[in-house]
């Protein structure tokens, strides 16, 4: 298991806290108890309140008038605005980012997706997603604006419901992992055109099948 360290009580409350609401422990719409998840992460409430306030600056908590906080929804049409947002920025990000490409970085692309395929043969979502989101941002961050890696970045953490949503379905997991392969490839040939063209399609596809799911349940 990956050990994190932590520079304080709130950033770990932040850390832990989010994870529950994207491994689905807390789903959309679920009221956070301050109490209930101090209990749990066996902290104080201040560094609980402070989290769900990060949180909620950050799309994953929603804050009512009266200061009750909820798990903030997922529709439709949430992930096709978040997902306009990225299309426009990751491109940006990374031709910002691939002059620095280099052969750690073709090693480091290969490696995870390598344990993406491990995480997909045994069927072990939470691991998949740990690489996944290693494997992405590792596509931004040789990019010298700050700002921009920052942002993109962001909106990634955002999309992480989703793409949960739609890695949660049979096969989905080992289909995305083909297009990882398929990026491996453009990173090694230094093909920054259809690195991004593919990050295009990959993200179609998380849509599509988000789609079909949230539909499904309202059938």
Do not use: W
């Not at 689905?24 to 066996?42: F, N, S, Y």
């Not at 620095?100 to 390598?114: I, P, V």
């Amino acid at each position: 298991m990956r050990q994190v360290r932590f520079k304080s009580t709130a950033d770990y409350a932040t850390a832990e806290i989010r994870q529950l609401i994207l491994s689905g422990d807390l789903p959309p719409g679920a009221r956070l108890d301050q109490v209930e998840l101090a209990k749990k992460l066996d902290v104080s409430r201040h560094p609980v309140r402070q989290a769900i306030e990060r949180l909620a600056e950050r799309g994953f908590v929603t804050i009512n008038p009266h200061r009750s906080a909820v798990v903030a929804e997922i529709s439709s049409a949430d992930m096709e605005s978040l997902y306009v947002v990225r299309k426009a920025l990751e491109p940006l990000a990374i031709r910002e980012a691939f002059p620095a490409y280099d052969d750690a970085l073709d090693r480091r692309a290969a490696e995870l997706h390598q344990a993406m395929q491990r995480a997909a043969d045994a069927m072990e979502l939470d691991a998949f997603m740990e690489s996944n989101r290693i494997f992405h941002i590792a596509l931004y961050t040789p990019c010298r604006n700050p700002h921009l890696v920052r942002t993109t970045e962001s909106l990634f953490d955002l999309s992480e419901r989703y793409q949960r949503t739609s890695l949660a379905q049979p096969g989905r997991m080992q289909r995305s992992n083909q297009d990882h392969a398929q990026m491996v490839e453009a990173i090694r040939m230094r093909d920054v055109e259809r690195l991004i063209e593919l990050i295009g399609q990959h993200n179609q596809l998380t849509k599509a099948a988000v789609d079909t799911k949230l539909n499904s349940r309202k059938a």
